[in-house]
């Protein structure tokens, strides 16, 4: 699903092995607030506890917040890559392009 940016709104590009995304956010706001608008980014905890929202950075990582602390742990303790991020820790600034492993469901 494409959508046509409007003046605030930055781009965030989702791939997934079931499917290809492109929606736009209004910059500074959290991946969750895209909602409804996509399936391909699952949430659970929400609190950085889970990591079903980890996600890989293809780009534009430098438009991402920094982790928050509950983020930084878990991300330290799942020896995950410096590109890897949760989704539900992180704002964004500009456009970002993101893949997700595995299968919604899964
Ligand atoms: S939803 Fe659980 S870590 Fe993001």
Redesign the pocket.
């Known amino acids: 699903m494409t959508e046509t940016p409007t003046r605030n709104d930055i781009k965030v590009d989702i791939e997934r092995d079931v499917a290809q995304e492109s929606h736009s956010l209004r910059a500074g706001l959290g991946l969750m607030a895209l909602g409804r608008k996509t399936e391909l980014i ?13 996600f890989r950075v293809i780009s534009g990582q430098e438009n991402l917040s920094p982790p928050t602390t509950r ?1 930084a742990d ?1 991300l330290r303790a799942m020896r995950c890559d410096p590109n890897e991020r ?4 992180c704002r964004v600034f500009g456009n970002v392009q993101i893949r997700i492993e595995g299968d919604p469901e899964d």
């Not at 699952?42 to 980890?54: F, P, R, S, T």
């Not at 949760?86 to 820790?89: F, I």
């Open positions: 699952e949430y659970d905890c929400k609190e950085a506890d889970c990591g079903i929202c980890l983020e878990f949760l989704a539900c820790q």
